[in-house]
């Protein structure tokens, strides 16, 4: 059995440190905020090159605080991808905006950015670009934009963890990166967990205060916050796992290239395509396949695991049906009927790779 990703495996590798750090921090006993949050807060900051991060309770509050926190609200709309996971859209409707979905480039998956300006209205206050699976988007196409038009850009890098275009992370191009270290993530943690970067001091004060009931010293309250704080002791999981990040995704790339380099010469396949504009990190390995349903029964039936992100995209789901009645957006319908996603983790061994390639080769040729 192949699966899509082998924690497992992982936590082996880091047995040692992680049994020892997570003793150390029961006996510590300082649960909420305590020391290894901190230190994983300044670590992160030192690696994503910001100023300022706060470690809050997952991805999906990641996006929900920087939206408060960006003075989003309720009538005001954000320009967003329709190609993602739910949370980036329910994040916009939990502070009483409204998603307004723009289509997808059709090679890099991401917003194209082509048809963002069109979608600017009188009311839209942000653009929130989703870093989808892991390659940037064209980061200096949308600060130009929102520059222009008085915008505020929010990141989602729940995907993007160590992507970086030049050099310069993903996270620290908008006024706030949204990170998610849910445990399949590129950082992942032994639960939920999530990450807010900025290099505004204003805007990372307001998220501590937010980020815990909404008190800026305990006991006095400034405004209705949430419980919403980083875990101490997936803090000790994610300092672990952070030292090893660069190694973990350049492991991740090379599965990708070993897989696109054999995929490209088979008939009704399309590789994943890397744009050149950031350097890619791998969260997917997504491919397009027209007759996706053979391909995933092979693998099924060889006992490897394939997943299809994301089967519907977001303006076709029943929840935003009002919103969207009528919307056509056909480059993310046609790719959400043609997208197959293989396992890709940095454990996963040449040997395995081959013999994914070899059961999707046969399947290819009848
Ligand atoms: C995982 C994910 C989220 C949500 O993160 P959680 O930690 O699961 O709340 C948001 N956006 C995208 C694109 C994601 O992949």
Same mark, same amino acid.
């Given at each position: ?7 497992? &495996?992982?936590?082996? +590798? ?14 510590? %006993?300082?649960?909420?905020?305590? #020391?290894?949050?901190? $230190?994983? /807060?300044?670590?992160?900051? /030192? ?5 300022? %991060? ?6 999906? +509050? ?6 408060? @926190? ?26 009483? @905006? %409204? ?6 480039? #059709? ?11 069109? $979608? ?15 390659? #940037? ?17 929010? /990141?989602?890098? @729940?995907?993007? !963890? ?6 310069? &992370? ?10 998610? !270290? ?48 980083? +875990? ?13 990040? +660069? ?50 029964? $092979? ?11 994301? #089967? ?38 040449? @040997? ?15």
């Amino acid at each position: 059995m192949i699966p899509m990703v082998d924690l497992k &495996q992982q936590y082996l +590798d880091l047995k040692e440190e992680i049994d020892n750090g997570l003793l150390a921090g029961l006996e510590e %006993t300082k649960f909420i905020l305590g #020391p290894n949050v901190r $230190a994983f /807060e300044e670590e992160c900051a /030192e690696y994503l090159g910001v100023d300022h %991060t706060v470690g809050v309770a997952s991805g999906t +509050d990641a996006l929900h605080l920087a939206l408060i @926190a960006a003075g989003v609200e309720k009538g005001d709309e954000v320009i967003t991808t329709p190609f993602t996971f739910i949370a980036t859209a329910e994040a916009i409707r939990y502070v009483g @905006a %409204t998603p307004v979905f723009v289509d997808i480039d #059709p090679q890099s998956y991401n917003m194209d950015l082509n048809q963002v300006e069109d $979608a600017i209205t009188e009311r839209t206050r942000a653009i929130l670009p989703v870093h989808i699976f892991g390659q #940037p988007v064209d980061m200096d196409t949308i600060l130009s934009l929102a520059e222009r038009h008085d915008l505020r850009v929010i /990141e989602d890098c @729940a995907q993007s !963890f160590g992507a970086h275009i030049d050099g310069r &992370q993903t996270g620290n191009f908008g006024l706030a990166g949204c990170f998610s !270290f849910f445990p399949s993530k590129n950082l992942g943690g032994y639960g939920d967990g999530g990450l807010v970067s900025t290099n505004s001091a204003e805007l990372a004060e307001h998220l501590r205060v937010l980020r815990n009931h909404g008190s800026w010293k305990q006991y006095h309250h400034s405004e209705i916050g949430f419980n919403s704080r980083l +875990d101490e002791l997936q803090a000790i999981i994610l300092r672990a796992k952070l030292k090893r990040i +660069d190694n973990y995704n350049e492991n991740r790339r090379r599965v990708a290239h070993r897989y696109s380099a054999a995929l490209a010469e088979i008939p009704g396949i399309k590789p994943p395509y890397e744009d050149g504009i950031g350097h890619h990190v791998y969260h997917q390995y997504t491919l397009l396949v027209e007759n996706r349903d053979t391909i995933q029964q $092979a693998l099924r039936d060889n006992g490897i695991a394939c997943a299809i992100y994301y #089967p519907i995209p977001l303006h076709q789901q029943e929840v935003f049906f009002d919103d969207c009645q009528g919307l056509s957006l056909p480059v993310s319908e046609r790719i959400s009927q043609q997208c197959l996603s293989l396992p890709v983790f940095p454990e996963l061994k040449d @040997a395995q790779i081959d013999r994914i390639l070899d059961v999707i080769s046969k399947a290819a040729n009848g």
